[in-house]
């Protein structure tokens, strides 16, 4: 537990030492909030909610948090730090739980940036906070889903580009599970259980049952489920990497 | 005489190589083991397998009677090592670094403010704590490695090529700090470098393609000749 927070606080402060964070920051921001009122007609709908906003974030963090993921521990085997780390007293569990949790409130720090928008909507009507804050919680652990593949993709190559694109790939895999393209190309000869399945491996379909405000148990465990295997994961191929 | 590192008959492959075939080897407090062979000979092999790093595909590794693959963290704690090429977090300052590794080994409070001055003082890395490691020179690197290995005054000591970039003047700060702790720690450490192991050693294991050549005292070898020519008799004895 010690050693598992003394590598989360190291490698949050990382993350500020380099000029990544802040545009990491200035990037997420800028895209949420200007996609929110050009593509999602946040203004236009005339509703005061967050939904615009909300339903953009299975494809914005497509490809934003590859990019906080890949260096985990890519850039670890790359630079050899990772006999370093792994030499000292820390059961492989503690380093995998300390990396991903720093780079997830990373990113739960650029999500709580977003709250202008909170605040613009109460000024021009009377959201449902209710739905809101469900929707942060449900957007956090989207971010989490994503995080736990990446870091997990990233624990299997010294290479921070491979990193990037196969979870990119990966996570385009559970975002698109769900859409008709798929389901259509599935439906001809797969049977109801697969296309059963398939939609409940859906991020968007899952996400967007929290955004419209119902916080369901299943969706919970699903997004929890998605972080635990893609950890449990993670910590076996960097065991596995010690045999090499 | 406590036996504080027991290899034995240990094994590593690397696809079809053998990097590591059947070494045995042990060092009791107070001996400074030094490492020899060729480049590829499965010296830098063997000591991540030793420190935990790498896992052998045969025989055990013993550290203060803990076995390193049942018991790694235990065994872990004891050891101080400076791994191939001193890597470090080069993003970090080096008193952040050694902070994290203060950290991480459970070291607080004023006890590990006293042992991160004391690690500074016998490295003298005073002049650049506050500097990016990876802005540092070689040899500055290389002491901060050091220093992050001496840092929880471990009983066991695994240096790879310490003094490997550092200037005459810097190796022969690293040899009397090597010397001075010699007595109340096992210590192993590999070299190219045949002087240090006049200097330093109480014992020397030459080792060629994964095995132990030799397992004798300096003095015994120095019998022998030059070492140098001892050396390229036991590792090449078709030249």
């Known amino acids: 537990m010690r050693a598992a927070l003394a590598v989360y606080k190291r490698e949050l402060a990382s993350y500020f030492i380099t000029p990544l964070a802040y545009l990491f920051i200035v990037v997420f921001l800028l895209l ?14 005339g509703q005061a909610d967050l939904q615009p906003f909300f339903s953009l974030h299975p494809w914005v963090y497509l490809f934003l948090v590859p990019a906080v993921a890949m260096r985990l521990w890519s850039e670890e085997r790359k630079t050899g730090s990772i006999e370093l780390l792994l030499t000292l007293p820390v059961p492989t569990t503690a380093a995998v739980l300390g990396k991903f949790l720093a780079a997830w409130s990373f990113i739960g720090i650029a999500l709580a940036l977003t709250f202008p928008l909170w605040i613009t909507v109460d000024y021009l009507g009377d959201p449902d906070h209710g739905v809101i804050l469900a929707s942060y919680i449900g957007s956090l652990l989207l971010a989490g889903a994503y995080l736990a593949i990446g870091t997990a993709v990233s624990a299997a190559t010294r290479n921070q580009v491979i990193a990037f694109v196969m979870t990119a790939a990966i ?58 295997v893609f950890l449990t994961a993670n910590t076996l191929i960097v065991d596995l990497n010690r045999g090499r | ?113 006293d042992r991160i001055r004391d690690v500074l003082d016998k490295t003298q890395l005073f002049g650049v704590i506050h500097q990016p490691i990876e802005t540092l020179s070689k040899g500055f690197k290389r002491r901060v490695g050091l220093a992050q290995a001496l840092l929880h005054d471990p009983e066991i000591l695994i ?15 690293v040899r009397t ?30 080792i060629a393609a994964g095995k132990v050549r030799r397992d004798a005292t300096p003095r015994e070898l120095l019998a022998e000749g030059p070492l140098d020519d001892v050396f390229r008799r036991i590792t090449n004895p078709a030249a």
């Open chain 1, 32 to 45: 949420t909030g200007s996609l929110t009122f050009f593509m999602g007609g946040f203004l236009e709908r």
């Open chain 1, 171 to 228: 996570g385009f895999c559970f975002v698109t599970a769900a859409t008709p393209v798929i389901l259509d190309f599935v439906s001809g000869w797969a049977g109801s259980a697969l296309i059963e399945i398939l939609s409940g491996l859906s991020f968007v379909v899952r996400f967007e049952s929290i955004v419209r405000g119902v916080i369901d148990a299943t969706d919970l465990v699903f997004f929890l489920s998605v972080i635990g």
């Open chain 2, 1 to 113: 005489m406590t036996t504080l590192i027991s290899v034995t008959d240990l094994e590593k492959n690397f696809g079809p190589i053998r990097a590591v075939d059947g070494i045995s080897l042990s060092v009791d407090r107070g001996e400074v083991l030094g490492f020899l062979g060729p480049n590829g000979a499965g010296k830098s092999t063997t000591m991540k397998m030793i420190t935990g790093f790498l896992a052998p595909d045969g025989g055990t590794i013993e550290i203060a009677g803990q076995d390193i693959e049942t018991a790694p963290l235990a065994a872990k704690r004891r050891i101080g090592y400076l791994p191939e090429g001193a890597p470090a977090y080069g993003d970090m300052t080096v008193s952040g670094f050694l902070r994290f590794c203060a950290d991480v080994r459970g070291l607080t409070g004023e006890y590990a403010r």
């Open chain 2, 159 to 173: 240096l790879d090529e310490p003094t490997d970039g550092l200037d005459p003047n810097q190796k022969h700060e």
């Open chain 2, 177 to 206: 700090l090597i010397r001075s702790m010699a007595r109340d720690k096992a210590i192993i450490i590999s070299t190219h470098i045949l002087e240090e192991v006049e200097a330093l050693c109480t014992r020397v294991v030459i």
